[in-house]
């Protein structure tokens, strides 16, 4: 055997990046690196990192692949919920309700907003059948025979009647239709703007941000009513509702909900 066959293989190094990293060569004949990060070193020549948190990312796990059936899972709804659902169907047939959603608080407007219109209303009749009932005495004091009689002047006066009732009772009708629900999902604002404008209003009670009232003069304290506010998270808009009775108390049962929902309880 030849002596120079016995000698051993010299070992090469190189710089690398301005640090004496050592390269050693395997029975292959390919150059096998040092792992600076497998090993966690205290320090390392030339480099200003810290070996824990160079260490902490490169064992950071990969990405995590999860599956979801194709057929989403159907929400179990027990019967107690079953049936709040179906009866809040039959109570509020033009409220759009989701699957096991129900109808927890009803706000309606205070009467004190009808007020007006049936004032306006009554005091219109009131002084037309005056007028009526006046004409005879005014046409016997001045002699004007020649005007139509008093049956031909009230007969007139009834359809004008009518037509003032008619429209005090679509305002109070449009008035009492604006109303504020609460189910155990979501918020439900129905606007009533005319006898032909509906528009609906939907918010998700995990949506809800703030949730305040406001009372404001002599009157709305002493009829105990005001008006609500709302405003959402993201676009940061704002609902309100006028006219509500005893608004401290329902706002109150709005925040109280607005927690159960956030918090995985149930809104009751």
């Excluded at 304290?221 to 401290?248: A, D, H, Q």
């Amino acid at each position: 055997m030849n002596p120079q066959d016995t000698k051993p293989k010299q070992s090469s190094q190189r710089d690398i990046s301005n640090g004496n990293l050592s390269q050693n060569e395997d029975n292959t004949g390919f150059g096998r690196n040092s792992s600076y990060v497998t090993i966690q070193p205290d320090s390392i020549s030339g480099y200003n990192f810290d070996p824990q948190i160079r260490a902490q990312y490169a064992n950071e796990p990969d990405y995590v692949h999860t599956t979801r059936p194709i057929e989403p899972q159907k929400f179990h709804i027990s019967p107690e919920l079953k049936a709040k659902h179906e009866q809040a169907k039959l109570d509020y047939p033009y409220l759009n309700l989701s699957e096991g959603e129900y109808v927890i608080l009803d706000i309606k407007r205070h009467p004190v907003g009808l007020w007006g219109p049936l004032i306006g209303g009554i005091f219109s009749i009131v002084i037309l059948l005056s007028m009526v009932f006046i004409y005879p005495i005014f046409i016997s004091e001045y002699g004007m025979s020649s005007l139509p009689g008093f049956e031909v002047v009230f007969l007139c006066s009834l359809p004008i009647c009518l037509l003032i009732g008619l429209f005090t009772y679509i305002n109070a009708w449009v008035y009492m239709r604006n109303q504020f629900f609460l189910t155990n999902e979501s918020v439900i604002q129905e606007i009533q703007r005319g006898l032909f404008s509906r528009h609906e209003q939907t918010v998700s009670l995990g949506s809800i941000e703030d949730a305040s009232f406001e009372q404001n003069g002599v009157l709305q304290t002493m009829l105990n009513y005001g008006s609500i506010r709302l405003s959402t998270e993201g676009e940061e808009t704002t609902y309100r509702f006028y006219f509500v009775s005893n608004p401290k108390e329902q706002i109150a049962r709005l925040n109280n909900a607005v927690e159960s929902f956030k918090n995985g309880r149930p809104v009751e």
